[in-house]
């Protein structure tokens, strides 16, 4: 098993659906989890922060829109976490891995 890291992302959400938006690409990030149920989705928007334990790919992480943060605790690279985020389409302005600023700029797929 690989060495955790936490991972904090600066994203500007501006509603519940962008929040939502994050924290659905980080919930299927290691592809472990089934398909969430729509109710209990709508709950968690609702929330400030929803934190969910995954396997082993994500062990965990928060996204809020009041602090517009994401924090992902995890065993995956930082560019694979920021490239799932900016998919999203939702700005990322800055990024920290295990405490040190690190680029946000995504590059282009080929």
């Known amino acids: ?26 919930k299927k990030l290691d ?13 968690l928007l609702t929330a400030d922060w929803n934190i969910i334990s995954q396997g082993d790919g994500v062990d965990s992480y928060e996204v809020s829109l009041e602090n517009q943060t994401a924090k992902v605790v995890t065993g995956l ?13 939702k700005k990322v302005n800055s990024g920290k891995a295990d405490g040190v600023e690190k680029s946000v ?6």
């Open 77 to 89: 690279p930082y560019e694979t976490v920021l490239q799932k985020i900016a998919k999203t389409g």
């Open 105 to 110: 700029e995504v590059p282009a797929l080929a």
């Open 1 to 26: 098993m690989s060495e955790s890291h936490t991972y904090e992302f600066n994203v500007s959400m501006s509603c519940g659906g962008c929040s939502g938006a994050i924290d659905r690409v980080l």
């Open 31 to 43: 592809g472990s989890l089934p398909s969430p149920d729509p109710v209990a989705d709508a709950r």
